[in-house]
C-alpha cells in the first residue's frame, strides 16, 4: 500500500469547485435511462453516448475531477481508437470503477439486499489498475420500510458495512482509492427524521467496521446520501431542513480524517440536488471538502439533449457543462438560484 498515492489521489477526488460524474450504470439501468430518450442500448450508442460527456473539455476540465466507468466502458475505445480511459485522464480528471456486482437477496431479512463483489477483487483491481483506474466505488443499499419487524434490521446494516470495509481495505492494498457508499434509500414514505436515525446507525457501523478492517481513512472518500424525507412522504422537508439535518448527522458520524464527503444525488431533480449541496456548503467550514459523486442530476438533461443523433451533441455537453458548474459552484457554497436562469436565457 503506497499512504502518499492514495491521499493524493483522494484529495484530487475532492479538489476545490470539482466533483465526481456516476457514468457507472449497469447494463440494466443505462437500458432505463436509454428507454426513456427512445434509443436503442447497443453497444456503440453506450460508447457514443460517454465519448460525448467524456469530451466534453469545458466540464471535465473545470469541474469534474473523476468519472466512475462500468466495466464495459473502461474496456471501450472512442471512434478514434482512443480508449475512453485515456479521454478521461487526457483532460486532467481521473478514471474510477464500479466493483460492486449489484445487489442480491440478504437470506433471512426479506426485502433486503446485501451487495457482492469480494470474491477474486484484489484480482481484478490488479487489471482495473492497468486499465487506468484510480479509485473505485462499491455500493450498499439500505432500505427504510414500516413493517414488522421495520426495515432496516440490524443484519441488513452490520452485513453490508462490513463487506463495504472489506472491499475498502482490499482497494487500499491495490493502491486504489475506495469510494465507500453506503445509501439509504429516499424512494419510501418515511419523514426526515426517521431518515436521519436510520442514516446515523448506517455511518455509526459503516466507520466502526472501517476501522476493524484497518481502512486509512485519509485515503477513502465518503459517497452518503443527504439526510432528506422520502419520496412519497407527503410533507416533505425545506432545503434548509435538509441542509441542517445533512450536517448535523454527518458531523456526528465522520471522522475528520476522512479524506472528502461526495453525495450521491439517489433520485433527487437536478437542481434540487444543486440546491441542497450548496446549502450544506453554506453551513461551513466543515471538517471535510464536502462535493457531489452525482449520476442522474448530472446526466439527465444532457442525455434527454443527446438522445442518440450525434447532430445534438455539442448541445448536450453544453447541458453537462453547466451542470456541472452549477454543482462546481455549490460544492463551494457559491451558488446562486440566478446564475440558472441567466443561462437557461443566453
Ligand atoms: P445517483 O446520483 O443517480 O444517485 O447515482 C450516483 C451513484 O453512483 C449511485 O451509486
Excluded at 453497444?43 to 469541474?63: C, G, P, T
Excluded at 480511459?85 to 480528471?93: P, R, T
Excluded at 462546481?328 to 440558472?340: C, H, I, M, N, P
Aim: glycine fraction near 8%; charged fraction near 25%; hydrophobic fraction near 40%.
Amino acid at each position: 500500500m503506497n499512504r502518499d498515492e492514495l491521499v493524493r489521489i483522494a484529495n484530487a477526488m475532492v479538489a476545490k469547485g470539482k466533483g465526481i460524474l456516476a457514468a457507472d450504470e449497469s447494463s440494466g439501468t443505462i437500458k432505463k435511462r436509454f428507454d426513456a430518450i427512445g434509443v436503442e442500448s447497443t453497444e456503440d450508442n453506450r460508447r457514443d453516448y460517454r465519448e460525448m460527456l467524456f469530451r466534453s473539455n469545458e466540464a471535465m476540465k473545470n469541474n469534474i475531477s473523476g468519472v466512475i466507468l462500468f466495466d464495459e466502458t473502461i474496456r471501450q475505445k472512442a471512434k478514434d481508437d482512443t480508449p475512453l480511459a485515456k479521454i478521461i485522464a487526457d483532460a486532467g480528471s481521473l478514471p474510477g470503477i464500479k466493483v460492486d456486482k449489484g445487489v442480491k437477496p440478504l437470506f433471512g431479512c426479506p426485502n433486503e439486499t446485501i451487495t457482492e463483489g469480494l470474491d477474486g477483487l484484489g484480482e481484478r483491481l490488479v487489471e482495473y489498475r492497468k486499465l487506468g483506474a484510480r479509485f473505485a466505488k462499491w455500493r450498499a443499499v439500505i432500505d427504510i420500510a414500516a413493517g414488522t419487524p421495520p426495515i432496516p434490521s440490524h443484519t441488513a446494516i452490520h452485513t453490508n458495512a462490513h463487506a463495504l470495509a472489506r472491499y475498502a481495505a482490499i482497494c487500499q492494498e491495490n493502491d486504489i482509492v475506495p469510494i465507500v457508499e453506503p445509501e439509504v434509500l429516499m424512494d419510501g414514505a418515511h419523514d426526515i427524521d426517521t431518515c436521519a436515525h436510520v442514516t446515523e446507525w448506517v455511518l455509526k457501523t459503516q466507520f466502526q467496521e472501517l476501522f476493524y478492517q484497518r481502512v486509512m481513512l485519509e485515503g477513502i472518500v465518503l459517497k452518503p446520501n443527504m439526510v432528506i424525507s422520502g419520496k412519497k412522504n407527503a410533507k416533505r422537508a425545506s432545503p434548509e431542513e435538509v441542509a441542517e439535518k445533512t450536517v448535523t448527522c454527518l458531523k456526528n458520524c465522520v471522522p475528520g480524517a476522512v479524506a472528502g464527503i461526495a453525495f450521491l444525488s439517489g433520485g433527487q431533480a437536478d437542481e434540487e440536488a444543486t440546491e441542497h449541496l450548496d446549502l450544506i456548503n453554506k453551513l461551513g467550514p466543515l471538517p471535510w471538502p464536502v462535493t457531489f459523486s452525482y449520476g442522474r442530476a448530472l446526466q439527465h438533461l444532457p442525455q434527454k439533449m443527446w438522445s442518440g443523433k450525434a447532430e445534438n451533441a455539442a448541445a448536450a455537453q453544453r447541458a453537462f457543462a453547466h451542470r456541472a458548474r452549477m454543482n462546481g459552484l455549490a460544492s463551494q457554497g457559491q451558488w446562486k438560484q440566478d446564475l440558472e436562469r441567466v443561462e437557461k436565457a443566453a
